[in-house]
């Protein structure tokens, strides 16, 4: 079942603008992941916030995370076009047998 | 490092027929995960497996199954396919469980199955 709902569904922005991905769960986490996917090929770890972190930084992503409004939002800053690409929210909860749950992504399109 | 490898890339069976998928995973990784993607349904939990035991399966019916072996890897087996198991097949693996929630998963680059 899905847990992770992301908007928007797809996205369209020029090249060194920011781009903001949110993803909004239902239940209780342990963490939240983010995952890049490259047109149809395997996914790939961007970064985990835990359920007691509010901010987390890596390079030119951010990630925010607001466990009472159950929602996260992702950031790419200064967007290139190699950050063209399908983004992933993925929950992880103890009580869920400790499968990662996926929301069906936002599409990014980051055009020169 | 190598990565999560999987074998084969793309594979066309026919309607009725057995489809047989491998993983391996990164050296130290114990858990294997399968996840089937299918157009417009985003990533569906399959199966887990842990220390060589199904520790969880999704929603999916009998005829998904798999194993892991004493070396870690594994293998996914999808028996009576029918058109709609046309998707690509991701595997993943992760640290022992009690570690996996400080990191993510790795996942292959999937294999691709197409059923005719």
């Known amino acids: 079942s899905q847990q992770g709902e992301e908007d928007p569904q797809a996205l369209s922005i020029q090249e060194g603008e920011n781009a903001t991905m949110n993803c909004s769960y239902k239940t209780s986490i342990n963490n939240l992941q983010w995952y890049r996917q490259n047109s149809g090929r395997g996914l790939v770890h961007l970064i985990l916030?835990?359920?007691?972190?509010r901010e987390k930084h890596s390079g030119r992503l951010r990630v925010t995370l607001d466990t009472s409004k159950k929602s996260s939002s992702l950031l790419i800053t200064a967007s290139r076009a190699a950050d063209t690409a399908s983004y992933f929210c993925a929950t992880w909860n103890s009580n869920s047998g400790y499968a990662l749950n996926f929301g069906k992504g936002t599409s990014l399109l980051v055009t020169p | 490092e190598a990565g999560v490898t999987q074998s084969p890339t793309h594979l066309i069976k026919t309607r009725g027929q057995q489809a047989t998928l491998r993983c391996s995973p990164i050296?130290?990784?114990?858990?294997v995960y399968w996840y089937q993607q299918a157009l417009g349904l985003g990533l569906q939990f399959l199966l887990w497996y842990d220390e060589g035991e199904e520790r969880n399966r999704g929603n999916f019916p009998p005829r998904f199954s798999g194993r892991q072996f004493p070396n870690y890897s594994s293998e996914l087996n999808v028996n009576a396919l029918e058109l709609e198991d046309s998707a690509l097949y991701l595997c993943?693996?992760?640290?022992?469980?009690?570690?996996?929630?400080?990191?993510?998963?790795?996942f292959g680059s999937g294999t691709r199955l197409t059923v005719v």
């Open positions: 050296s130290g990784h114990t858990s």
């Open positions: 916030i835990r359920s007691n972190e």
């Open positions: 993943a693996s992760s640290l022992h469980l009690d570690r996996a929630t400080y990191y993510g998963y790795t």
